[in-house]
């Protein structure tokens, strides 16, 4: 099973609004990753945990806010978005086996900030 | 450095056609070289990858071509299909597995817009 799940698939937030994306994955991965895509752009990274810390913050705004509770979970805080900030967020995992790290992607979230 | 150079833009092949996307990297400490399949709406799939010990690997009507001295690599599919029409990235990555820490950064080429004409 190389299955991320990411919820919801589609989110509409105002400017003012707070909303949590989620990400699970069982595949015992223990690094976790958040990537924003932009219309025909690639994944462009946010964030990466490792071991449920923080390993990577790619100079992110702080209205995003990444949370790891366990090794299996991975949420993004939203609060206080722009409308340029409406992408394709993607979660994704990876293990690293044999000195390589091969990452899933879950189908991503649609947000729209209006 | 960190750059991963792709091309074509975009890609239009009749069925039955082999459609050749290439891409380029700099940094020879990239480890690993994955190709990632993505649908309108979806999240990108794992297509194949290479290491770059090994200079061609096949899955089914996907070949990975990768030539280390030149710092390059292609992808080709075999007898593409309409349902091969999709937007391929094509990736390089770098582990980072010591002091607690384990994950790979992946560096994604710009992308190919493949349409594939019945």
């Known amino acids: 099973d190389t299955e991320v799940t990411q919820t919801p698939k589609h989110l509409v937030m105002g400017m003012t609004n707070k909303k949590s994306l989620k990400c699970e994955q069982h595949m015992g991965h223990r690094a976790m990753y958040w990537y924003k895509q932009k219309a025909k752009k690639p994944p462009e990274l946010m964030f990466v945990?490792?071991?449920?810390?923080?390993?990577i913050n790619e100079s992110v705004p702080s209205r995003f806010s990444p949370e790891c509770p366990n090794s299996s979970l991975l949420n993004l805080h939203l609060h206080a978005l722009q409308p340029e900030d409406s992408a394709l967020y993607l979660c994704a995992s990876s293990q690293v086996k044999l000195g390589v790290a091969e990452a899933f992607f879950g189908q991503g979230t649609r947000l729209t900030v209006v | 450095q960190q750059q991963v150079k792709q091309s074509p833009q975009s890609l239009i092949v009749q069925k039955g056609g082999i459609p050749i996307i290439n891409c380029a990297y700099e940094?020879?400490?990239?480890?690993?070289f994955p190709w990632y399949q993505q649908f309108p709406g979806k999240g990108p799939a794992l297509l194949i990858a290479?290491?770059?010990?090994?200079s061609e690997k096949k899955e089914g009507r996907f070949t990975i071509s990768f030539n280390k001295s030149a710092k390059q690599f292609s992808l080709h599919i075999m007898d593409s299909q309409p349902g091969d029409s999709a937007t391929y990235f094509c990736a390089a990555s770098m582990a980072l597995n010591a002091g607690g820490t384990s994950y790979g950064k992946l560096t994604f080429g710009q992308g190919t817009i493949l349409t594939v004409h019945p």
């Open positions: 945990y490792s071991y449920e810390k923080l390993s």
């Open positions: 290479i290491r770059p010990d090994v």
């Open positions: 940094n020879t400490a990239f480890d690993y």
